[in-house]
């Protein structure tokens, strides 16, 4: 991921996954749970699909810029290419059109119906995510899709929860209706369903995408990984205090419901911190993948950072595929911090498109022959170019370099 699109994309990408959480776990928790208001999370429910195409619009742009190296009207231009001819694109499309229909069954108040779209348009999450890079049709993706579907449905019911709670408290004169508590109930025993899935689902990620100790301490992503653990971690202590201590006292202790409450206003808290971690995460290489490819963050070999070139990370056979950068040339000069370049790309039988390098930091995946680099300090820089296959992640050995000074 191109640096300078991290926080950006970071944004877009966690308000998308907060929204569809938030449908998800409303959907669950109305259809599984039943809650005493349907209505109330029906209107809410009713607008998210339309505010999630709105951000997905925002994240096509976004991934357009990454994909071709382009900005603004450029990029523009080129998101019918970007939409038709990648990966992206498709799963955009089938996205978009799933949210269609979730919005329509929401308005509705067809909330299975409703369900079933928002688990087929978090497929589509997973099918855009690092789980696809093991193959459209994966066991990485069945369980990150599985993975997603549980924390929807736990995070996402605990705020409708926290809405059921609040009303509850709000009617004091009001005892505690056999309709609440086995609403609550049904809640809780679906939250503990959930957090089972999300251990044996997330524990597999952990082992598809770190693999190692080493990996999970020395890379972004594992540090980052690390710290959404302990989160989690914290987030299974109250959600057990919950389970095992409050809920069971519900029934013979008025108070319990303004504890109950309290804690899972706590647990919104931390749940959110864990979705900003889950946002950055999305945004990074995987460990495994990082570590495999020998370098860190700064494009700089892990077990040779006092050395000032760059080791080519492993990668398949070219099978016909070649690159020529025909700009810059080769000890080219240029002025100021915009850096034209032109390649000549031959895609042979596993090549899709580019990823570009300045000094061994990845700077754009180009899916055409020409762009502009932008950002580029001034002194001497190595330019280097490498076939990509598909799955925008394999690199194939087929590459190009040439050396240009900034000034």
Not at 25 to 34: K, P, V
Not at 45 to 53: A, G, K, N, R, Y
Not at 289 to 316: C, F, I, K, W
Request: one cysteine or more; hydrophobic letters at 50%; a positive charge.
């Amino acid at each position: 991921m191109i640096h300078g699109h991290l926080l950006p994309h970071s944004l877009v990408q966690g308000a998308d996954l907060v929204g569809m959480i938030l449908l998800a776990g409303g959907m669950a928790f109305r259809t599984l749970a039943i809650s005493p208001s349907p209505r109330q999370g029906s209107r809410l429910e009713s607008c998210l699909p339309f505010l999630l195409i709105a951000i997905g619009l925002a994240d096509l742009v976004l991934r357009s810029q990454m994909i071709t190296g382009r900005h603004g009207n450029e990029a523009w231009s080129l998101v019918p290419v970007v939409l038709l001819n990648t990966h992206f694109g498709n799963v955009w499309i089938a996205r978009t059109l799933l949210l269609c229909l979730l919005g329509i069954s929401a308005v509705r108040d067809r909330p299975k119906v409703a369900l079933s779209a928002c688990a087929l348009v978090l497929l589509t999450e997973s099918l855009s995510g690092h789980a696809a890079d093991a193959g459209t049709l994966s066991v990485a993706v069945l369980a990150d899709w599985l993975h997603l579907l549980a924390v929807s449905a736990w995070i996402g019911g605990l705020v409708y929860l926290a809405l059921v709670l609040r009303r509850r408290i709000a009617a004091v004169n009001s005892p505690d209706s056999s309709e609440f508590l086995g609403a609550v109930k049904r809640f809780s025993t679906l939250a503990a369903v959930s957090v089972a899935l999300i251990v044996a689902t997330g524990g597999f990620q952990i082992w598809h995408r770190v693999g190692s100790v080493a990996a999970l301490l020395q890379t972004p992503y594992g540090q980052t990984l690390s710290i959404k653990l302990i989160l989690v971690l914290v987030l299974l202590g109250l959600g057990a205090l919950n389970r095992f201590v409050i809920v069971p006292k519900l029934s013979s202790d008025r108070a319990a419901s303004r504890k109950l409450f309290r804690t899972v206003a706590y647990e919104i808290g931390v749940a959110s911190a864990v979705l900003v971690c889950v946002a950055i995460l999305l945004q990074l290489p995987p460990a495994r993948h990082q570590l495999d490819s020998e370098y860190n963050v700064s494009g700089q070999p892990a077990d040779r950072m006092t050395q000032e070139e760059p080791r080519r990370s492993r990668a398949l056979p070219a099978e016909g595929a070649s690159v020529k950068i025909l700009s810059p040339k080769e000890g080219e000069i240029i002025t100021g911090d915009q850096v034209p370049v032109q390649f000549k790309l031959v895609k042979g039988k596993r090549g899709s498109h580019l990823h570009v390098y300045v000094d061994g930091e990845l700077m754009g995946m180009f899916m055409s022959e020409q762009g502009t680099l932008t950002g580029i300090q001034p002194g001497s820089h190595v330019l280097e170019a490498r076939v990509v296959a598909d799955d925008h992640v394999t690199e194939l050995d087929a590459g190009d370099r040439v050396q240009f000074s900034v000034k």
